[in-house]
């Protein structure tokens, strides 16, 4: 068990295991939302979730509830969901608009950037004790950015920027936005919610996994060795077992880690797809981008793209989830499609099809994963074996500019990857 | 037209008519008799649980789940698979249904309003019980003896809460 902080913590993590506490720890949980959620930065939300001015969203970051607004001058903030007099908890709907935050408390009366605008009954403050509009306002956090409209925030004025920290995950986010012939995202279309009785990091892990889907999914798919065709006018489903019922690799598509913990999966294969609903958004993209340019944003190099901590994006079928720590042993994720904006809307409406299928709470899909990461939290209780064990790899290439590592499919090494990172940001001071 | 009484009575008789059908219809999901269940929606059949109270478009806003027959047969097919491993081990499950109200048939539509209420629980051995609830609004079609179900759509009562994984259908 965790004794004190920092040096303690690397016995837990070696090149190939990490030990059962980093799952079971509630000191560890603890310590994770401090040292990882707290000081460095975490995907909030996407700025077309507030667009117009008084906007706002309820959201955590680790344990901490906060709230993202759009001001009446059009910035986006993040503010501590907290009254500055008593720390009640200000804004109680998950969403919505208000001119100004009320505390149900004493009245206390928040501008959308957070600052105190009046304060009721004052005269019960005299001179020298007046409460200041800054300092016992709800509070800004302290850095917060935006790539593409989407925000993250970092409670913590130390340490690198947003783009150093992702690196060339920004790409991610910029083709993204490429793929919309009006070259702009926005979240659309609600959200699906689901949890698990199972650690975070289970559902981080799992979105570099291109090991289990043939033995986890297998009940999804077909006699021909297929999952269901998702998307109208696709060829078939994801290959899962070849003839005679032999697993089919997922090594050619590849894996990759990259610095501060974050990972893509793929490249996949160039889409193949020959509805008049893809063809009406090629010929969009065309006008937009030109034949070559359109090649290229339709051959998707990644899979599920890791931000880590807390956010993975899909490219594929466009939508970001978002991974809500709640306690060592339980983990809400929130999934948001996403709106290429001027592509047909029938896509968008293929989009949700397809989503409501692979990524609801009742899902085909979905459902095997979380019932993955809870039993890997019931395993862990026994203490035969105190570690599990990603030692899988295969050949890799390092690209120097931008420090990613690419591995065959079913390599380990994007978890590994993640091991070392969440060592370093648990292992500060 | 008739006696008043006899309106009265053909409410009746159709309204208990389409409480056996319904009885008849959540009964097989408990029973696990699946395909049977799936045969009693039209062709164009369409069964739906919103993620969102008051979600009236199934196309814009993502849901629980929205199946045509196809993804019927997909997702209950897959309740067969002997290494379903969220289902392993299954779900027991009961239905109830109650306050069934039949719309007047409108002479000129194909299909008619029926709404009512259910309570389901869902027993996983190992895993605790779980209950479900909220309001059943169907379109049905008369067919010969009995109906066929033009559109089930099911509103939890929770719809937009965060759940644990849910396998069987409402």
């Known amino acids: 068990m965790l004794e004190s902080g920092g040096g303690d913590l690397s016995r837990l993590v070696t090149d190939t295991r990490v030990h059962r506490d980093v799952f079971h720890d509630p000191a560890i949980f603890e310590l994770e939302m401090e040292r990882i959620f707290a000081r460095g930065w975490v995907y909030v939300g996407h700025a077309s979730q507030v ?3 008084g906007d706002f969203l309820c959201t955590r970051i680790g344990a901490q509830p906060v709230v993202m ?3 009446s001058d059009g910035a986006v903030h993040v503010l501590y969901n907290r009254c500055g007099h008593r720390g009640v908890k200000v804004v109680a709907e998950e969403q919505g608009n208000a001119r100004r935050f009320v505390c149900m408390y004493h009245g206390w009366t928040y501008d959308t950037n957070g600052d105190l605008d009046f304060v009721t009954q004052p005269e019960g403050y005299p001179e020298g004790r007046e409460p200041d509009r800054v300092r016992d306002g709800m509070g800004r956090i302290a850095r917060v950015d935006r790539i593409c409209g989407f925000v993250f925030a970092n409670l913590s004025a130390e340490g690198p920027g947003l783009r150093d920290w992702l690196g060339a995950n920004v790409f991610c986010l910029e083709d993204l936005a490429a793929s919309a012939p ?12 689901y949890m698990y009785r199972g650690n975070w990091k289970f559902q981080i892990d799992n979105l570099s996994d291109m090991y289990h889907p043939a033995y986890s999914h297998e009940s999804s798919s077909r006699p021909s060795g297929r999952q269901f065709v998702r998307r109208k006018g696709d060829k078939g489903g994801i ?20 610095p501060n913990g974050h990972s893509w999966q793929g490249g996949l294969p160039r889409i193949e797809n020959n509805s008049d609903i893809h063809r009406d958004y090629v010929a969009r993209l065309e006008a937009r981008h030109g034949r070559e340019r359109t090649r290229e944003i339709l051959t998707k190099t990644r899979h599920n793209v890791i931000f880590y901590p807390n956010m993975a994006m899909q490219e594929l079928n466009p939508h970001i989830r978002v991974i809500r720590p709640v306690a060592a042993d339980l983990t809400e994720i929130f999934v948001y499609p996403i709106r290429l904006k001027g592509a047909p809307e029938r896509m968008f409406r293929e989009q949700i099809r397809i989503l409501n299928g692979t990524h609801s709470a009742s899902s085909m899909v979905q459902t095997d994963d979380v019932e993955a990461f809870a039993r890997a939290q019931q395993g862990l209780a026994t203490t035969g074996n105190e570690w599990i064990l990603l030692a899988r790899e295969g050949p890799e290439t390092l690209d120097h500019n931008t420090g990613r590592v690419r591995s065959i499919g079913t390599s380990e090494v994007a978890m590994r990857n993640h091991y070392a990172t969440w060592l370093s940001l648990m292992s500060r001071g | 037209m008739g006696n008043p009484g006899d309106a009265a009575l053909a409410e009746l008789l159709v309204t208990r008519e389409v409480e056996r059908f319904l009885i008849r219809e959540v009964g097989l999901l408990d029973d696990r008799r699946f395909e049977d269940w799936i045969a009693l929606f039209a062709e164009d059949g369409t069964y739906w649980a919103p993620a969102k109270i008051d979600q009236d478009d ?5 849901s629980l789940f929205f199946d045509d027959r196809e993804l019927m047969t997909t997702r209950l097919a897959r309740l067969r698979h002997p290494r379903v491993h969220a289902q392993i081990p299954p779900s027991r499950t009961s239905h109830a249904i109650g306050n069934v109200l039949v719309e007047p048939p409108d002479p000129e539509a194909r299909s008619f309003a029926v709404s009512a209420r259910f309570v389901m629980l869902d027993y996983r051995p190992g895993h605790g019980q779980r209950s479900f609830g909220g309001r059943y609004d169907y379109r049905l079609v008369r067919a010969g003896a009995s109906f066929l179900i033009a559109s089930k759509k099911a509103t939890l009562l929770n719809c937009d809460a965060v759940h644990e994984a849910i396998s069987i259908p409402f």
């Open chain 1, 69 to 71: 607004t759009r001001h």
């Open chain 1, 239 to 258: 290959e899962f077992f070849e003839k005679r019922g032999r697993v089919k690799s997922m090594d050619p598509l590849g894996v990759s880690a990259l």
């Open chain 1, 182 to 193: 009006d070259g702009e995202v926005e979240i659309a279309g609600g959200v699906h919610r």
């Open chain 1, 51 to 53: 667009p117009e001015p």
């Open chain 2, 58 to 62: 199934p196309w814009e806003h993502v």
